[in-house]
């Protein structure tokens, strides 16, 4: 199921011409192989959201090219483009709809896939919702008919990245989906996600400020500033390092030092 | 008036009104969009009812006005969706634009009459009781007509079956995802525009229903009727509510007719202790605040129940911001 994504030389500046202008992507070209799971760091400003948003069609970019899996997305409308990408935010809310059941909320994100019935909630999808809920280990699997609404931060967050990947999407973009979680809920949640990457084999980028987090998920790590791709590394040299490197390497790369919003932690692995 | 007719008439109005309820629920509760083109679509149903039950069409009318909801609901959404309009002003925009559509629909009269010549036309309601008649015999109906109340509340189960099954299929649960979660909704495969747009019209197509059925049954069409309607429809969604509770979908329509049932009874009660009937508008304003309100009285009540608790306890200091 894994897919490539291809960006070419895109480039986005918002508010041109007034004196708020802002290069938010500055001439990215990138390439996600199949199967890659990137960890992407960058102090706050430095593009990260905006290049998720550009790919996933929020607004349209200025120059260039996204191709996925072959594809050339460019233009296409969000909507359109949703089918092949799962995304998770930040905040834990955003991802589900409240006044819905679990079971309804997944039958949404199913629907592409769901086996043929006259209601949205059928049985045979029901069991399959059961299976992959259990993966959790949160006992969600036994609330099927339980408000989305009652849960807590963190079983929604889990239930949004099940709803993200339930349709097995081709790319799956994750917003610093931990970061409103309390740390062993954010543990919990980060483990699943690479339970669930690595089982799946979706092809996938996350944001994160938490330099540990950058190493250990995932098989490369890119850094971005001043919407550009600053570094990018995998294989041997990324296996030998430390957070400590990771955070000189960002230092020594990028032109806008790390400033004192970013949140930038040593836990050790 | 004996106690019996009251109550048959003040249902019959509830029923005739439920479909408005089943509307302004759908836009307020399920897509959670505070829609004022209700107002207009009320008597942009109703005047294309007339003007199709005028031409001899009585069943096709009631179509003929919800199929004209729908499209005043669509003119709403698209101005919501496309041109990014505040959901608000939408809907006042679309209500103002119909007043002259009505206007002209009516033939450039502000109330018209049910009839060609001097021959009233046939309507849903005399069909069905020429019906009842043709089964039962000519004395069938008895000293109160219950006929219009079952036609109406036949209607009103139908729409009732067929929304809360809708709402149960796919489409139907994305249009209620996009009320709950439009956020949700747009990072999704699913178009948020074209089911919100679809939401919107289903509404105003049932309001419409209510204009249409209300036209053929008091038998004219008048542009005033819209006024305040959309406050009406409210009362009878929050006093459902508040009769039912907050639940399941389903259970959300049956208890918006329940509470447009209780809000005709209520009107009639204070028709009997000899309110005018200009009074209405005041008393559904006032029924909306306080269940409104309920919440926030609630707090109070509570808040002050404590507060009262701990001062006698001689306990003062934490909480509270006295002045």
Do not use: W
């Not at chain 1, 969600?140 to 990245?161: D, H």
Request: aromatic share 6%.
């Amino acid at each position: 199921m894994s897919s490539r994504l291809e960006l070419t030389g895109i480039s986005k500046t918002f508010q041109k011409g007034t004196l708020n202008e802002k290069v938010a992507l500055d001439n990215i070209t990138f390439t996600a192989n199949p199967g890659d799971f990137v960890t992407v760091l960058g102090s706050n400003g430095a593009g990260k959201s905006t290049l998720f948003n550009a790919v996933l069609g929020i607004f349209l970019t200025d120059k260039g090219r996204i191709l996925l899996d072959g594809e050339d997305i460019t233009f296409k409308k969000q909507h359109k483009r949703a089918g092949g990408i799962g995304c998770l935010f930040q905040n834990p809310l955003r991802g589900t709809a409240p006044n819905m059941t679990i079971e309804e909320n997944l039958a949404l994100a199913y629907h592409r896939h769901s086996s043929y019935s006259f209601f949205a909630v059928n049985r045979r999808d029901a069991d399959y919702f059961k299976e992959v809920l259990s993966t959790l280990g949160m006992g969600l699997e036994n609330r099927l008919k339980t408000k989305m609404g009652v849960l807590s931060g963190g079983q929604r967050q889990a239930a949004s990245l099940l709803m993200a990947t339930v349709a097995r999407p081709k790319l799956l973009l994750l917003d610093e989906h931990t970061a409103s979680l309390d740390p062993a809920t954010a543990e919990k949640v980060l483990a699943i996600t690479k339970q669930i990457v690595e089982r799946e084999k979706i092809t996938t980028l996350m944001i994160t400020h938490d330099m540990s987090y950058a190493l250990n998920a995932g098989n490369r790590t890119i850094a971005m500033d001043g919407g550009r791709i600053v570094f990018d590394i995998s294989g041997e040299r990324r296996e030998a390092m430390t957070p400590d490197d990771l955070i000189k390497a960002f230092r020594e790369n990028s032109v806008n030092s790390l400033d004192d919003r970013t949140v930038l932690t040593k836990k050790p692995l | 008036m004996t106690l019996l007719s009251m109550l048959v008439s003040a249902c019959m109005q509830g029923m005739i009104y439920a479909p408005m309820a089943l509307g302004v629920y759908i836009a307020f509760g399920i897509l959670n969009t505070p829609d004022l083109t209700i107002d207009g679509s009320l008597v942009f149903g109703m005047t294309v009812c007339a003007y199709v039950t005028i031409a001899g069409h009585p069943v096709l009318a009631l179509f003929a006005g919800m199929a004209a909801g729908a499209a005043a609901g669509l003119v709403t959404g698209l101005l919501q969706t496309k041109l990014k309009i505040n959901a608000i002003l939408s809907g006042i925009l679309t209500m103002t634009g119909l007043y002259t559509i009505n206007y002209m629909v009516l033939g450039g009269q502000s109330n018209r009459y049910l009839q060609s010549g001097t021959t009233a036309s046939n309507t849903v309601f005399k069909m069905f009781s020429r019906t009842v008649n043709d089964i039962f015999g000519e004395n069938a109906v008895g000293d109160i007509n219950l006929l219009p109340l079952i036609l109406s509340a036949t209607v009103t189960a139908a729409a009732i079956a067929i929304l809360a099954v809708f709402f149960k299929t796919r489409l139907g649960l994305q249009i209620r995802a996009t009320g709950d979660n439009e956020d949700m909704v747009r990072s999704s495969s699913i178009n948020a525009d074209f089911t919100r747009i679809l939401g919107i019209m289903t509404a105003n197509a049932l309001v419409a229903l209510s204009g249409a059925l209300l036209c053929q049954q008091q038998k004219y069409a008048d542009l005033n009727c819209g006024m305040g309607m959309l406050v009406v429809g409210l009362a009878s969604v929050i006093i459902g509510q508040v009769l039912f509770g907050k639940r399941g979908i389903t259970v959300g329509l049956i208890s918006a007719v329940a509470g447009s049932l209780f809000y005709r009874i209520v009107l009639q009660v204070a028709y009997k202790i000899d309110m005018p009937s200009f009074t209405v508008k005041l008393l559904s304003a006032i029924i909306v605040v306080a269940a409104l309100s309920m919440p926030v009285i609630k707090n109070k009540v509570t808040e002050l129940n404590g507060r009262r608790a701990r001062a006698s306890s001689g306990n003062e200091g934490s909480g509270g911001n006295e002045q």
